[in-house]
């Protein structure tokens, strides 16, 4: 069963359009490739495939460690293109179980803290900024894409893996923030050698 996250919330108004839409990606998977009944349960052989899965992925500290560089990473992207766009952390990282077809394993998911800007990011720029960001989701493993918005002044993007391992852009406001996905601590990892994280591009 997922564990209810009860993340503090103090964000300023400017980010709560995009910062709703992340906290509903994190706790329906949507776009993910999950089962379409929420509340029937898993196979076994689902499960143990599922977690076979896990086996073959980094750690979830590894991911989490590789994802806040990734996030990091795109902020400090857009400040080439956007000097001074004054980028902070808000709200506390929480952790939860997986969602289906993952919620039979030993596996957790950390939704990390959103990290956002004292001013939006341009039209001018997005095209650019998007470009990276798929480079840097890509090598995070996040390689399917969901747009929600793109219009003048307002683009949301969703970068995912199957696993649920995502990175969300929202330029106005503007908020990045990233979810693990679902992925085997490491003191769960069976004594198995877990898979380095692949390394992101530089800005």
């Known amino acids: 069963m997922m564990r209810e996250r009860k993340p503090t919330d103090t964000r300023p108004r400017r980010w709560s359009a995009a910062i709703a839409v992340v906290a509903v990606l ?8 999950v089962l379409d009944d929420p509340y029937e349960k898993p196979s076994p052989t689902v499960t143990a495939d599922s977690a076979a899965i896990l086996k073959t992925l980094p750690s979830l500290e590894d991911t989490e460690v590789q994802l806040e560089s990734a996030v990091v990473q795109i902020g400090a992207f857009v400040d080439t293109l956007m000097p001074g766009m004054g980028w902070t952390w808000i709200r506390e990282r929480s952790v939860g179980g997986c969602g289906r077809p993952f919620d039979g394993t030993d596996g957790d998911d950390v939704q990390l803290k959103n990290y956002v800007s ?3 990011i341009p039209d001018a ?5 998007f470009e990276f ?20 002044d307002n683009h949301e993007v969703r970068f995912y893996s199957p696993e649920r391992t995502a990175i969300f852009i929202g330029s106005r406001g503007a908020v990045i923030s990233a979810n693990t996905g679902c992925r085997l ?19």
């Open 185 to 203: 601590p490491q003191a769960k990892m069976s004594g198995a050698q877990a898979p380095q994280p692949a390394v992101a591009p530089n800005p």
């Open 26 to 33: 994190t706790l329906t998977g949507c776009g993910s490739g």
């Open 118 to 120: 004292e001013g939006p």
């Open 133 to 152: 960001a798929t480079r840097v989701a890509t090598a995070a493993g996040a390689t399917k894409v969901q747009t929600f918005h793109d219009d003048p």
């Open 125 to 129: 720029v997005w095209p650019q900024v």
